[in-house]
């Protein structure tokens, strides 16, 4: 078992962050605690106490990133879910041969956006899920399909474009 810091074995460590908060170096608090507390324990050096706050701060960060990702799956969970209907929405317009040409590429363009910001998020959040690269994929192919066809109405005149003035 690794040896107990002189900070903690005598109980000095919220001095040491108070000492921090009032900006002393870890020189000055060395200084002070080696005068005042530990004088009697031959001191302690300014390395001990550069350790010590080191140690404090890479606990306080892994603590600080659990709460973080917990906090950010929950305030994203109802955005993703309001971004997958926004998705089917408009991929059903892209797809509704009673819609006019430039709605239903309107609706594609804004369907490649969401699918866009969606590969985007993946690469945040550097996911390992491949169900959702290999959705992301399929929708590409699915855009590709439907601008086919929405070409090939257009070109053989099934679609009356004077609806949208």
Not at 33 to 54: H, M, N
Not at 121 to 128: D, K, T, Y
Not at 154 to 160: A, L, N, P, Y
Request: proline letters at 1%; aromatic letters at 6%.
């Amino acid at each position: 078992m690794a040896k107990q810091h002189k900070i903690d074995r005598y109980n000095l460590g919220s001095k040491v962050l108070e000492l921090r908060k009032q900006f002393k170096t870890t020189e000055q608090i060395a200084g002070i605690l080696s005068e005042k507390d530990l004088k009697e324990y031959g001191g302690i050096t300014q390395a001990s106490v550069s350790r010590w706050l080191c140690k404090q701060r890479q606990e306080r960060k892994s603590q600080t990133n659990v709460i973080l990702e917990e906090y950010v799956k929950e305030a994203i969970s109802e955005d993703l879910q309001n971004f997958d209907e926004l998705k089917k929405y408009l991929f059903a317009v892209a797809n509704d041969s009673e819609q006019p040409s430039q709605i239903r590429i309107k609706a594609l363009s804004e369907y490649r956006k969401c699918l866009t910001d969606q590969i985007d998020f993946a690469q945040l959040q550097n996911s390992e899920n491949e169900t959702e690269e290999i959705e992301i994929v399929k929708g590409g192919e699915e855009i590709a399909t439907i601008l086919k066809r929405i070409k090939t109405s257009v070109s053989e005149g099934k679609d009356d474009d004077s609806e949208m003035e």
